[in-house]
């Protein structure tokens, strides 16, 4: 299966369906009334976190993704059926950004966590919700609210508690396999593994996941080699397993110089990664001329502890295994430094404050947020709708504040291309 851990879609939810303006016309019946339904709500657009993804491949050829609109209301006061909402399954890891602002919109990160990220837009209201003691026969009626639409970027993190990092040919793939379930390509050539592969180490308390991070090399962090499109991957694990060949044929200088590599590609791409707890693994302790490539490992490396095994013979996997457990469980006491998901901030209030611009002796044009969305919501079908949307345009103090600055009466208003006269 290809491997994709990035890609850009555009969001639409669903408009709002609208609402109508209709009569009751049935026998004993004779004043009637409004029987106008109000329109549906336009589907969402929800984001689910799927433990069983670990690629966006299923969303990397669709740029566009809309969810339905509601439909428009009935008589006989039947409200508009609402829009199905579309639901967009990820791995768990995926993190959504706003493609225009860079700002992290949700970061999925449970199995079945939900996230509306576009919701859809409620249903305008038919004539039955405008009656009232002093309109008894309203020709009132709205327009269904705009669904929210998002451009976004969506990069896949992969969750993995443990990651195994080193040179090609460091034996991460074979130390994968000998301590968890997994089963990754295994050959004797350079970027055999060609993208992260997850296992699970098996616990009586609770599962770990380890990934084999592939195609790290020196410039790695500047986008040479497979390094840079994976480091991202290292980012969310609490320990890191610095893989390292005890075989001098592995290595194109000496021990020390290739584990220097690695530390520095960390650092180079987020400082934050060299603070990580590490584990350094020697491996292939099975090869002729371990022992000395060991100890000169020894010497230069004083400071941490080096966990010698051979993941091919399975030696001394077990203290690897225990010490793994006994970091990945201390670490699980501490409270997480990620938020599970991010909760959308209430839609905004629209001000009423506006911009205007004369284009012409006798032409005034405005840009208005509020009234915008008003000239969308009512329809100027019908006298009731009319007077409604000049009490928005009185709201605002319209007609004062362009006198205030040269209008007069007349004076031609053009709001999103429609044209009202100042009173």
């Known amino acids: 299966m290809q491997f994709v851990d990035q890609c850009n879609i555009y969001l639409k939810a669903g408009n709002g369906g609208s609402g109508v303006v209709a009569w009751r016309?049935?026998?004993?019946?004779?004043?009637g009334g409004p029987w106008g339904g109000d329109g549906g709500k336009g589907g969402d657009i929800i984001i689910c976190g799927d433990q069983n993804l670990n690629t966006l491949l299923h969303l990397r050829y669709r740029k566009k993704i809309c969810a339905n609109n509601g439909q428009n209301g009935q008589t006989k006061l039947c409200s508009g059926k609402k829009g199905e909402d579309i639901i967009?399954?990820?791995?768990?890891?995926?993190?959504?950004?706003?493609r225009d602002s860079?700002?992290?919109?949700?970061?999925?990160?449970?199995?079945?966590q939900k996230f509306v990220i576009c919701k859809g837009g409620k249903g305008g209201y038919g004539n039955a919700h405008f009656k009232s003691s002093t309109n008894k026969a309203p020709t009132l009626y709205e327009n269904g609210d705009l669904g929210e639409e998002a451009n976004v970027v969506l990069k896949l993190?992969?969750?993995a508690?443990?990651?195994?990092?080193?040179?090609?040919?460091?034996?991460?793939?074979?130390?994968?396999?000998?301590?968890?379930?997994?089963?990754?390509?295994?050959?004797?050539?350079?970027?055999?593994t060609l993208t992260p592969i997850l296992g699970v180490l098996e616990n009586k308390k609770r599962k770990i996941i380890i990934a084999d991070i592939p195609g790290l090399i020196k410039g790695a962090s500047e986008n040479k080699g497979l390094g840079f499109q994976f480091l991202q991957h290292i980012e969310r694990c609490q320990l890191l397993i610095h893989v390292i060949s005890l075989n001098k044929a592995d290595h194109s200088k000496k021990i020390y110089d290739d584990f220097l590599t690695i530390q520095n590609e960390l650092k180079k791409y987020n400082k934050q990664l060299i603070d990580k707890q590490q584990i350094i693994v020697a491996n292939k302790i099975d090869v002729d001329g371990s022992d000395k490539e060991l100890e000169i490992l020894k010497e230069k490396i004083k400071k941490q502890s080096i966990i010698a095994v051979s993941a091919i013979r399975k030696d001394n996997l077990t203290t690897l295994k225990n010490k793994i457990i006994a970091i990945c469980q201390k670490q699980k006491k501490k409270k997480p430094t990620e938020s599970s998901t991010i909760t959308l901030q209430p839609t905004k209030k629209f001000d009423r404050k506006f911009a205007f611009k004369q284009t012409s002796p006798n032409e005034w044009?405005?840009?208005?947020?509020?009234?915008?969305?008003?000239?969308?919501?009512?329809?100027?079908?019908?006298?009731?709708?009319?007077?409604r949307f000049n009490q928005k345009l009185n709201n605002c103090n319209v007609d004062q504040i362009l006198k205030d600055n040269g209008a007069i009466s007349k004076d031609t208003i053009i709001i999103d291309g429609i044209q009202f006269e100042v009173d």
Do not use: C, M
């Open 25 to 31: 016309r049935e026998a004993h019946y004779p004043e």
């Open 88 to 98: 967009i399954k990820v791995p768990l890891g995926t993190q959504f950004f706003d």
């Open 161 to 192: 508690d443990v990651g195994l990092i080193g040179l090609p040919n460091a034996g991460k793939s074979s130390l994968l396999t000998a301590l968890t379930n997994a089963k990754p390509k295994i050959a004797n050539y350079e970027f055999t």
């Open 365 to 387: 044009t405005i840009t208005s947020k509020y009234l915008s969305y008003w000239l969308h919501k009512i329809p100027l079908t019908t006298k009731d709708n009319i007077y």
């Open 157 to 159: 993190k992969h969750l």
């Open 102 to 112: 860079g700002k992290l919109l949700v970061d999925i990160v449970n199995n079945h």
